[in-house]
């Protein structure tokens, strides 16, 4: 069952093998904290899911993939407690897609700013749109993209993190994104897109899930120590967020 309309929504369907998740919420798509501890609980049972092979990882609408992590929910953390808690949600569902025993290919049809890269890095495949330009604006309002940053690094690499991360105002667009690593396939349109995923996820899932699961091994050699790395990034994270400056910057972004 979706939550209501304050905690957006999240459906899974299964179908020949490949299980479709759709996360959607009116702030843009963006996430509340127990709409990300849903998505974390749902990869890891689909990843216990022998009916599963692939599964497909979308949001909601036409416009914005994901704006990444709640901006009110950000707003409100008033100690270090609060602010670990609110930033190990994106790292909580990363590491689920890391562990994840099945390939994630990535729908991505609009903008993704923040923890929204984050969640598309994190995808072992991504088809996007011409309309899919990324940003990282933590660095702009007193935060850095420190728990999605292992993610995005292993896509575009340190120069590529360095590059979006240090530009906190500068939209990246989609072929930029695509020739750094992050894309995989860019489209002019959503319609073009969802016939080239059809046709894509339907032959992925015939072959061998035995196969597909010893290449996901192979394709998150060296993040085994995540777990452990990402918990230490939201304490980090949670630091800064309480800091006078973080707080200026987010009364002024408030007005």
């Given at each position: ?63 914005a993939f994901c704006a990444g992590a709640s ?179 987010l009364e002024k972004f408030k007005k």
């Open positions: 069952m979706p939550t209501d309309r304050k905690n957006g929504s999240l459906y899974t369907q299964i179908e020949n093998r490949i299980a479709t998740i759709e996360f959607g919420h009116p702030a843009s798509n963006s996430f509340v904290s127990e709409l990300l501890e849903r998505l974390a609980n749902e990869f890891d049972q689909l990843s216990k899911n022998k009916e599963v092979s692939v599964i497909v990882l979308k949001s909601k609408g036409e416009r901006f009110d929910e950000l707003v409100a953390i008033s100690n270090l407690e609060e602010g670990k808690a609110f930033f190990s949600g994106f790292a909580n569902v990363i590491n689920a897609m890391r562990t994840c025993s099945k390939p994630i290919i990535g729908r991505v049809q609009g903008k993704a700013v923040g923890g929204g890269v984050g969640l598309a890095s994190a995808c072992d495949y991504v088809f996007a749109t011409e309309a899919a330009s990324i940003k990282l604006s933590e660095i702009s309002i007193g935060i850095a993209p420190l728990v999605i940053a292992p993610a995005v690094e292993r896509k575009i690499g340190k120069a590529g993190l360095a590059e979006l991360a240090l530009a906190p105002t500068e939209w990246k667009n989609a072929y930029w994104t695509k020739e750094k690593g992050l894309f995989s396939k860019v489209f002019d349109s959503i319609a073009e897109m969802d016939k080239e995923l059809d046709f894509h996820t339907q032959k992925l899932a015939t072959y061998n899930p035995e196969a597909l699961a010893e290449m996901k091994r192979v394709l998150w050699e060296g993040a085994e120590h995540w777990d452990k790395l990402l918990v230490e990034r939201a304490e980090a994270s949670g630091r800064l967020a309480l800091s006078p400056n973080t707080k200026n910057a």
